[in-house]
């Protein structure tokens, strides 16, 4: 059984049909990327999974269970995290306090401060700042904290929305270490990105979707090197 399995879930914005159909699955200890053209329906997809917009229908099951529906905050506490795109840090609030916040499901005092550590070495910046204000911070720190954040309710599956948006060369290389580390040592991925290229080279599996379906599937590698991607997603 999958971690992940989404069923024929169709997602409407109004009168819009944004996602049409589509059914997609994560394996335990994946990284499985979904690469497409802006308005192609990547994010809706997260959101729908994060229990940020409801399927009209189909299943979203995770561990089993059936989530579509499902409040947010629950669907948290499932063991399902995400980094959403544009990051959406609490600008007002220090970096020790947004990343508290990642925890709010959670009353373990003690695990907390072990998963503030861990969060700390895997991001020393975050440490050095840890009484700034957020909205202080760079772009690339401002990932990090959201990945952190994230970090911060222990998820089996983190869901990152587009984190190279808007960072320098360098730090998209950071940052796609950082998602390979994580996986590594145990979380499982699904990733958006509109850095195709990237996205690829570090994940398992791939979906392309195009305006709301998905059009192809299968091996990164094999996608990476098929010469329909390449043409419209990779540049060549």
Same mark, same amino acid.
């Given at each position: 059984?999958?971690?992940?399995?989404?069923?024929?879930?169709?997602?409407?914005?109004?009168?819009?049909?944004a996602i049409k159909g589509i059914?997609?699955?994560?394996?335990?200890?994946?990284?499985?990327?979904?690469?497409?053209?802006?308005?192609?329906?990547?994010?809706?997809?997260?959101?729908?999974?994060?229990?940020?917009?409801?399927?009209?229908?189909?299943?979203?099951?995770?561990?089993?269970?059936?989530?579509?529906?499902?409040?947010?905050?629950?669907?948290?506490?499932?063991?399902?995290?995400?980094?959403?795109?544009?990051?959406?840090?609490?600008?007002?609030?220090?970096?020790?306090?947004?990343?508290?916040?990642?925890?709010?499901?959670?009353?373990?005092?003690?695990?907390?401060?072990?998963?503030?550590?861990?969060?700390?070495?895997?991001?020393?910046?975050?440490?050095?700042?840890?009484?700034?204000?957020?909205?202080?911070?760079?772009?690339?720190?401002?990932?990090? &904290?959201?990945? !952190? #954040?994230?970090?911060? @309710?222990?998820?089996?599956?983190? /869901?990152?929305?587009?984190?190279?948006?808007?960072? +320098?060369?360098?730090?998209?290389?950071?940052?796609?270490s950082i998602i390979v580390d994580?996986n590594k040592t145990g979380t499982?991925?699904?990733?958006?990105?509109?850095?195709?290229?990237?996205?690829?080279?570090?994940?398992?599996?791939?979906?392309? &979707?195009?305006? !709301? #379906?998905?059009?192809? @599937?299968?091996?990164?590698?094999? /996608?990476?090197?098929?010469?329909?991607?390449?043409? +419209?997603?990779?540049?060549?």
């Amino acid at each position: 059984m999958a971690m992940l399995e989404v069923k024929d879930i169709n997602v409407y914005y109004g009168a819009i049909h944004a996602i049409k159909g589509i059914s997609l699955s994560v394996e335990e200890g994946e990284i499985v990327t979904l690469i497409g053209a802006n308005g192609a329906g990547k994010s809706t997809t997260l959101r729908t999974i994060s229990g940020l917009l409801k399927p009209k229908t189909g299943a979203i099951n995770f561990l089993g269970k059936n989530i579509a529906g499902m409040p947010a905050h629950k669907i948290v506490r499932e063991g399902i995290s995400q980094v959403p795109e544009g990051r959406r840090i609490f600008a007002e609030m220090t970096v020790l306090e947004n990343l508290e916040l990642g925890a709010f499901t959670r009353n373990d005092k003690d695990e907390i401060k072990k998963d503030l550590e861990m969060v700390f070495g895997r991001f020393p910046r975050l440490k050095e700042r840890i009484t700034q204000l957020a909205g202080t911070l760079s772009g690339g720190e401002q990932q990090m &904290l959201a990945m !952190g #954040r994230a970090l911060m @309710s222990r998820p089996k599956l983190l /869901l990152l929305d587009e984190p190279s948006m808007g960072l +320098a060369p360098l730090l998209i290389r950071e940052i796609f270490s950082i998602i390979v580390d994580i996986n590594k040592t145990g979380t499982t991925v699904l990733l958006v990105e509109q850095n195709a290229n990237m996205a690829l080279s570090i994940a398992n599996r791939a979906y392309v &979707l195009e305006t !709301g #379906r998905i059009t192809l @599937s299968g091996d990164a590698k094999e /996608l990476a090197a098929s010469e329909d991607v390449r043409k +419209a997603y990779l540049g060549g």
